[in-house]
C-alpha cells in the first residue's frame, strides 16, 4: 500500500510568510509616510499626557542622512527634580530626540504576515483573527514610539544627572533590541490561536 506523503506545511507557511511580508513591504513603502503622518496628533497628545514635565514645541517628520525619522523638540514646562537636583527652567533651552520613523510599522508587518501565512480551517477563520491583531497592534503603538521618545528625553537628563533612573531605558532598549520582531511576531501566533479556538469552539 502506497502512503501519501504528508504535507509539508511548515515551508509552505514559510514560503507564504515570505511573500506576504514583500507585499506588505511594498504597501509600507507607498503608505507609511502618509500613515505616520496621520498618528503623529495622537503620539504628540500622548507624550504629552505622559509628562507635563515637558512642553512639546515640534513633533514631525524629519531627515538624518538617508533616514525618515520622527523628530521630537520640547522645552520644560517648569522645573523639575532629577535624582536630588533641580533643573530650572530657561525658556530658550530645547532638548531633540528622534526615532526612526519605521519603528512605526514594523511590529504591524510582521503580526500581518503572520495572519496571512498560518493555514487556516476555512476562509472564515482569516477575518476572526483581525480583531487580536488590531487590539494587540492599538495597545503597542501607544506603548512603543510615544514611550521611546519619553525615554529618549529622560535619557538626557538623567544620564548627567541620575545615573540610576533605568525604568523606561529598560522599555526603550527592550524595543530597540528587537522587541518589536518579537512583540509583532507573537502577536500574530496569538491572533491565530485565538481564530482558531473560536472556529473550534463554534463546530461542537
Not at 113 to 135: D, F, K, N, S
Request: charged share 20%; glycine share 6%; with cysteine.
Amino acid at each position: 500500500m502506497v502512503y501519501p506523503k504528508p504535507r509539508k506545511k511548515l515551508p509552505e507557511a514559510a514560503l507564504r510568510f515570505v511573500l506576504a511580508l514583500l507585499v506588505l513591504l511594498a504597501l509600507n513603502h507607498a503608505y507609511a509616510k502618509s500613515l505616520t503622518e496621520a498618528l503623529l496628533p495622537l503620539i504628540r497628545w500622548e507624550i504629552a499626557q505622559l509628562d507635563d514635565d515637558y512642553r512639546v514645541l515640534v513633533l514631525a517628520l524629519s531627515r538624518q542622512g538617508a533616514d525618515t525619522v520622527i523628530r521630537l523638540d520640547v522645552g520644560l514646562a517648569h522645573d523639575i527634580v532629577v535624582g536630588a537636583r533641580v533643573l530650572p527652567t530657561d525658556p530658550r533651552a530645547r532638548a531633540n530626540v528622534s526615532t526612526l520613523a519605521g519603528h512605526i510599522t514594523q511590529a504591524a508587518l510582521l503580526c500581518l504576515a503572520v495572519i496571512l501565512a498560518l493555514p487556516a480551517r476555512g476562509a472564515m477563520e482569516y477575518p476572526l483573527r483581525a480583531p487580536v491583531a488590531c487590539a494587540g497592534l492599538a495597545l503597542l503603538l501607544l506603548v512603543d514610539v510615544p514611550f521611546v521618545l519619553w525615554a529618549e528625553l529622560w535619557d538626557i537628563h538623567s544620564s548627567a544627572l541620575d545615573p540610576g533612573r533605568v525604568s523606561l531605558l529598560l522599555w526603550r532598549d527592550f524595543l530597540q533590541g528587537g522587541g518589536r520582531f518579537v512583540l509583532g511576531l507573537g502577536l500574530g501566533v496569538l491572533a491565530v490561536a485565538v481564530a482558531a479556538g473560536q472556529v473550534l469552539a463554534t463546530r461542537r
